[in-house]
Each structure stands twice: as structure tokens, then as C-alpha cells.
């Protein structure tokens, strides 16, 4: 019989690559199975036109310094940078009396919020957006006495119940459908604004709330980005994976999970099919294993396991949501003066635009400024939004580049003819999950509850953690940490006796 291997990571996204070094660096014998042929998941990259491009995250939120931290530990802090501070811009349907239905406007993000929400609702730049009507009504929040019993969970209809339409429509909606691909009525003010329902019993108002949290915040930009690329991130934990003698299997897919080994050297049995294996009854041990793959394929890997994990799927998890990004690298000069700042979030009732999102990638990083020269432009769209059917599914690639120019010509105000593009990709990132929905945290206390009485099994991931790397790498260095505490814990006690 074969020994185990110490540690089992199943998915090798950026979770699975922090909890597997956790492990590896106490010296324990760490595996690494990945379905796809790829380590890092939606934390990638491509070279396009020669340049090296994200094809998937390309900032991470400094809040907490966790991610920070990481990225010291790794000795990558030397590429950390900041996006240019000139902040995004909204493209919405027009407000003016007497315009017609299909007229729109873009006009900057007002700088004094959170999601999109002012903190100074009379400010110009938010009566730029909403209106004297929409900022009135919106000032009506300082006016209306604060509920003290009991919590707001849906973002969407707190903002308007103290703000009005207006404020949730022109503001937030376009915000949260750009950071969570989800509509802010569906997301849990908790996760997606820590702090703001204790800072709103404090400041008496939402806006007081906001404006509360923003002077709490530390100075400077509240993202960071990577020289090279966020896929340099995992690249960087793939090396120090090395370092440690781990092995990493792509191409490898677990597909189920059972209880093993005798009652006094308890395993775990992993039954995996590779990719280039013609026996699909291949099957790896080991003492412990960390899940850390979506949440469709981590419930239907725990679920035999136990009475406690029964319960799991018939939670009301949010489904998948599929988000195609087109990346173009244009030749444009009108582009050299960043028309549109850093990029433009996109109202759900804009009429002359499909996607959700526009990123002016050489306006908002130096470095792929510098890298492009003048002249030459890369801009990202994303398309598809939370409980709708993705407009790109039935396009083509040439059909979605031309839909993508012409979005992008409409977002920055430029004419971009077709022989301006130099370069076009298209990536598809299917399971984007937005974990940020209601009842998100309940749900993540059973799995937490199922998974706290279950010894030697671990589960991390953005479906549990929340979406976006600071809340991913905390969530994966707790459960790493967890595994390497009791395995350390078992190796003493069985070297003592
Ligand atoms: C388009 C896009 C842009 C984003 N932009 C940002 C950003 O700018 N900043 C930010 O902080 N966050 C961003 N995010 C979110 C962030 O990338 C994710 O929250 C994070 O990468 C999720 O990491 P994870 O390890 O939890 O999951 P994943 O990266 O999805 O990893 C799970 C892994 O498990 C593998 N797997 C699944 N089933 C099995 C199985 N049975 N056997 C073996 N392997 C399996 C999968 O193939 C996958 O590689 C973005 C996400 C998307 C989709």
C-alpha cells in the first residue's frame, strides 16, 4: 500500500494555491489536483498584440492588508502598484424632460461614496447624475429617523427605501452590477459594505454612514494592482509551491471524496479521472483534504460524507453567472487623453449599450500604458449580469468583436472604425458566481458548522469567502492554517507515543 500524502488540495484557483502553502511550508507532503489545465482560475493571463494582458482579475482591494501581506510574504511588493486615481465614469439613459427614450449620458463616478452611494447627496457631482429631483429625495435620508432593531440585508432596497430610485438606479445598480455582476437588491449589505449598517446606527443617516466609512478608510486608492499582471500571483505561489516540493496534477479532477484508511490512521479516498489517463479509477490518499473548488462541485463532493452536510444543497445558492470579457488592443491616439478616466459602468436600462463594463486599461495601469506606447489602447468589456441570459452566447467572435468596438466607441465618445483594432480575445469565465447574494453569510456558517464537525477536511473558496481576492486569501490561509495545526498536532502526538 502506498503512503498518503499528508495533504490533499482539490482545485488549485488562488484559494487552493494559499491553503496548499500554508501546509507545504510546516513541511507536510502537499498535493494538488486541478480539473482544468490551468493553476490560478479566474486570476490569468494572455499576451495580446505582444503585450501581457489580464484575461481575468487585474486589481485586488487593499482593505484589511491581507492580500498585501500575501504579496510581501512572496517578496512580489516591489510590483505593486496603484491605478491611476482619475476614478470611473456611468453611462445611464438620459435624464432631461423631452429627451428621447433611446438618448443616454456618461458622466464621472461622484468621488464621496460607497457602491455608489454619496455621502453628499447635494454634491454637484451627484446632481450631475440623479438631478436636484433625485438629490433632494436623496437628502430626505438625513431627515428619516434610523431603525436601531435589527439589520438591512438587501443593499438595493435599503438604498432606495432612504434615498429613492434614483440613487439605487443611477448610482449603486451600475456600481454593484460592475464589481458583483449581481443587481444591488440581491446583495447582502453586510458582505458587500462591512461596517456600514454599525456605522448607520452611529451617524443616524445612510449618507453620515458613508460618509463615516470613507473617512475611516486609510489614504490612497482602495485597490492595488501587480506589475505584469494579477497573474503573476499565482504564478509567484506556484514557485514557492515548488520550492516545497509540492506536486501539482492539472488535468486531474476529483470525483468523489470518501472516508478511508483504519479507525486509528484515518485517510481520506479521492477517486480522480486525468485527463490523459485512460483509468478512471485512479485513486490518491491522503490524511487531510482542502476542498477549494466552486461551490456546485465542493457540495457535490461533501455531500455523501455525513448527515451534517445533508442539509447543504437545499440551500438557496445562487446560480452561476456566466461573464464574457472581449478584449481589444486598438490603435486610437483620441484615446491618449482618457476621455472616459479609468473606464464606465454601465445602467442595466442604458439603451445603446450591451455590456456591463468597460476597463481603459492603458488609462488605469502605468505599466500597460508604458508597454503600449503612445497611441496604442487596450480596453476590456464585460458582458452578462446575474439572472439573465449572457447577450454574447449566441455571437460569433467576429459578431462579439464588432459589438464589443461598437460598445466601446459609444462608453468613450470616440469613433473606433474596425481597422483601428489591432488585437481581439475573448475570454469566457463560466462559474463567476457572485457568493455576495442574500443570505450569504447563513449560508457560509452551516458549511462552516458541517465542516467544523467533520476532522480532517477542510473547504475554502470565493463561494464561502465572498468574491474577490481579499476575501479569498484570508479565508484560504484560515483553512490551510486549520490543517496544518491538526496534522502537525496528530504527527507529534504519534511521535510521542
Ligand atoms: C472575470 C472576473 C474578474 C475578476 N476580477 C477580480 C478583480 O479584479 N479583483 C479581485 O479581487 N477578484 C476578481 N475576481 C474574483 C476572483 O478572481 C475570484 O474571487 C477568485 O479568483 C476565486 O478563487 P477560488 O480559488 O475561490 O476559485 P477558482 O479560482 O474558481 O478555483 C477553483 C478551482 O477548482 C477547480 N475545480 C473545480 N472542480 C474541481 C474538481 N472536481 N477537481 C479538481 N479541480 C476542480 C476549478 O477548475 C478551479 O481552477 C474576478 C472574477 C472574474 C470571473
Known sequence: MTTPIDVLVIGAGVAGLVAARECAQVGLSVTIIEATDAVGGPVAGHVLDGLSLD???????????????????L???????????????????????????????????PKAGVLGIPGSPLADDVRRVIGWKGSLRAYGDRLMPVLTIGREHSLGDFVKKRMGARVLDRLVEPVASGVYTTSAVDLEIDVVAPGLNRALTTAGSLSGAVSALRAGAPAGSNVGGLLGGMACLPAAIVAALEHHNVTILTGTTAESLAHSGTDDAPTWAVAVTRREDADPADTLTARYVIVATQGAQALRLVNPLGA?????????????????????????????????????????????VTAKALTHVTAKWA??????????????????????????????????????LHDASTLLGVSLPASSVRAFAR???????????????????QVREAVAATPRLEITGAWLAGTGLASVIPHALQAGDRIRHAALGLTITAADS
Not at 437545499?314 to 479609468?342: C, F, I, K, N
Not at 464606465?344 to 445603446?352: I, K, M
Request: hydrophobic content about 40%; charged content about 20%.
Open 308 to 352: 451534517q452536510f445533508d442539509a447543504l444543497a437545499e440551500l438557496d445558492w445562487p446560480a452561476p453567472t456566466a461573464v464574457t470579457l472581449t478584449s481589444l488592443v486598438l490603435d486610437a491616439p483620441e484615446l491618449d487623453s482618457h476621455p472616459r478616466g479609468t473606464g464606465v459602468l454601465v445602467s442595466v436600462d442604458a439603451p445603446d
Open 367 to 404: 505599466w500597460v500604458a508604458e508597454a503600449a506606447g503612445p497611441g496604442r489602447h487596450v480596453v476590456r468589456l464585460s458582458y452578462g449580469r446575474a439572472g439573465q441570459p449572457n447577450p454574447t452566447d449566441d455571437l460569433g467572435d467576429d459578431e462579439l468583436q464588432a459589438l464589443a
Open 55 to 73: 484575461s481575468g482579475a487585474e486589481s485586488f482591494a487593499v482593505r484589511g492588508g491581507t492580500v498585501a501581506s500575501f504579496i510581501e510574504d
Open 427 to 445: 475570454t469566457e469565465w463560466r462559474d463567476a458566481l457572485s457568493p455576495a447574494t442574500l443570505g450569504a453569510p447563513e449560508r457560509a456558517h
Open 75 to 109: 517578496g512580489l511588493t516591489d510590483q505593486v502598484v496603484a491605478p491611476n486615481v482619475a476614478g470611473a465614469w456611468l453611462h445611464l439613459p438620459a435624464l432631461k424632460p423631452g429627451s428621447t427614450a433611446d438618448a443616454s449620458v456618461s458622466v464621472p463616478l
